[in-house]
């Protein structure tokens, strides 16, 4: 192991910030991300899971709103996010529409909560053998309801991504939205590059390229 790495690994464990010349390449993504925003400013967290994101927009953010469907992951995410009074939590999926849905997801096989819950056909790492009853949120709407302006939304949801970025574009819900960080799963869905590919065009045509990122890891 490189001194780097053992340095890193010690800060760590005692449970020190790593510093920037130490982070691994995800680690300075989040933390360039992190940069952007300030203290009265409202950030919102699509696909939460355990809250370990959440938790690090609320250490900036005057306000981060985390959504997570699974009704286990979500008992978790309420646990770990409870010390932090500006994070307000949903388990609701969003999507396009209100109403409710099947969310499908896999049995954990380790004592972490299980990853990768989708409300979309075809993920390829999904049995579809078990599935939930969920509470869908219109999300553009919840956008347009709120009475600010969003810094930033992070989206992690398993294959309903262009459908979310077609509705905020669609509804002009965007024109409150600063910056789009999202997650994509064309390799693990299939079908879903055509709905990336058109909805790329539709971000070029209307010149809102500025707006969003496609490289979340």
Known sequence: MGIRKSLRKKLLKRGNKVPYLLMNDDEKYLHRVLSMIGPEDTVIDLGAHVGKISRKFAERAKTVYSFEPHPEIFRTLQDNTKEFPNITTFQKAVS???????LFSDPSMTTRPTQGSTLSDGKSDVSYENSYEVQLVHFSKFVQD???????????????????????????AISRVEAVY???????IGGLEAQRDATLEKIKRLNLGHKFNFDWP
């Open 96 to 102: 396009d529409t209100s109403g409710t849905a099947k």
């Open 182 to 188: 999202v997650e994509d799963h064309c390799g693990i």
């Open 146 to 172: 709120l009475d600010c302006t969003v810094k930033l939304i992070k989206v992690d949801i398993e294959g309903m991504e262009y459908r979310i970025i077609n509705d905020l574009i669609d509804s002009n």
